[in-house]
């Protein structure tokens, strides 16, 4: 008898903690679906370290999603042409894989595609390997970088009307996806500053709302032939005079009315960064899911949380299902992050951020 209420008791504790878990993941998962971080891929030394912090920072926090900026930092066997520095090979990615799958993160691998095809004075990959589809190889990259400059230089771009550029990195795009075995696929194509310009033959002259959108549906229809979603950033598709957000997140260059071109189900990642602009109602609006995505105020991150639970709260049920969560950023290399947010450096740093916006989510989703 006794022995029978004791395995009993013990079976009725197991299923109340198993429903307390189930309990508090629904409420936190109805509250804020995608909680995510932004950050680029470590180096090969510091994979392991990285899988210490998804196991140790990210699980706990219950981060669901990691956009992982990879660029050219993968042994790709397709466009070894391509291989940047400090590139990770199949079996240091699959570590990470591995890692996130235990936890149930979904992996959002990122290549910058159509803009930020340069970083200061330094031509990136794709346009040294091919610099044939430099959208402006009038524009000489400068011994010294300085913003502002004559030529108003910040990123070089793709011309996305080459005949040739697709194949190419649709390529990478296919093997990085498939090494980080995702459904989901970030794009980058923020900071689009050069786009349709003059000199270009192919691009001269024509529609910068309706060129953005056609590279944007291109790469779309990529993606869903093989079931993948395409993400990217949000700044091109907002009005930067009307909203008066400016120039860097929104667009001074006619590339907004592509929010109304572009495919519905592809996924906005709405930066702001010193402001909690409440941007993330024009996209829901328009029918487009969309995170915000904070980086070093502690203090916005946890006004744009509270924001965002709220849209879902005070919405009807087609705009709820479109403010999708939130997803820290970090811009800088892992090696410099995890030094500031272990060193746990005091101030407006992106660690700070990450640990204040998500002591706010578990807060309100518990
Ligand atoms: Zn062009």
């Known amino acids: 008898m006794i022995k029978i209420s004791f395995s009993k008791i013990l079976l009725l504790v197991f299923i109340f903690v198993q429903q307390t878990v189930l309990q508090a993941q629904s409420t936190i998962d109805s509250i804020l679906p995608v909680r995510g971080l932004s950050i680029a891929v470590p180096t090969p030394a510091l994979v392991d370290s990285f899988v ?76 040294t390997a091919y610099p044939q589809f430099d959208e402006t190889p009038h524009v000489k990259m400068p011994a010294t970088y300085k913003w502002p400059n004559p030529d108003s230089l910040y990123c070089k771009s793709y011309c996305p009307l080459h005949p040739d550029v697709h194949k190419i990195v649709f390529e990478v795009v296919d093997e990085v996806c498939n090494a980080f075995e995702t459904d989901a696929f970030h794009a980058g194509m923020d900071e689009v ?40 950033w949000g700044d091109r598709l907002i009005d930067g005079r009307t909203t008066g957000i400016g120039f860097w997140e929104a667009s001074f260059n006619n590339t907004h009315r592509a929010i109304d071109l572009i495919p519905k189900d592809v996924f906005i990642c709405d930066w702001h960064y010193e402001r909690p602009d409440k941007t993330p109602v024009l996209f829901a609006a328009k029918g487009l899911k969309v995170a915000t995505c904070p980086w070093r105020t502690p203090q916005t991150a946890v006004i744009q949380t509270n924001d965002m639970v709220a849209f879902r709260q ?11 969560g939130m997803i820290g950023t970090v811009w800088a290399p892992v090696s410099a992050f995890f030094r500031e947010f272990y060193g746990k450096q005091p101030g407006n740093t992106s660690g700070n951020t990450f640990r204040a916006m998500f002591d706010e989510i578990n807060k309100l989703g518990k």
Request: aromatic share 8%.
């Open 314 to 324: 005070h919405s009807t049920p087609q705009m709820r299902q479109n403010f999708q």
């Open 52 to 127: 210490t912090f998804i196991n140790q920072e990210l699980a706990p926090r219950r981060v669901n999603t990691l956009i992982l900026r990879v660029d050219y930092h993968y042994q790709y066997k397709s466009h070894p042409e391509l291989v940047d520095s400090g590139a990770l090979s199949l079996a240091e990615v699959k570590k990470i894989v591995n890692a996130c799958k235990q936890h149930k993160i979904r992996i959002v691998p990122q290549v910058n595609l159509l803009g930020h095809q340069s970083w200061a004075n330094k031509t990136g990959k794709l346009l």
């Open 193 to 232: 500053f050069y786009l349709g310009d003059d000199k270009c033959p192919r691009c001269s002259g024509k529609d910068k709302a309706e060129l953005f959108a056609g590279e944007v549906t291109k790469i779309r229809d990529h993606l869903a032939r093989r079931n993948r979603q395409l993400w990217i």
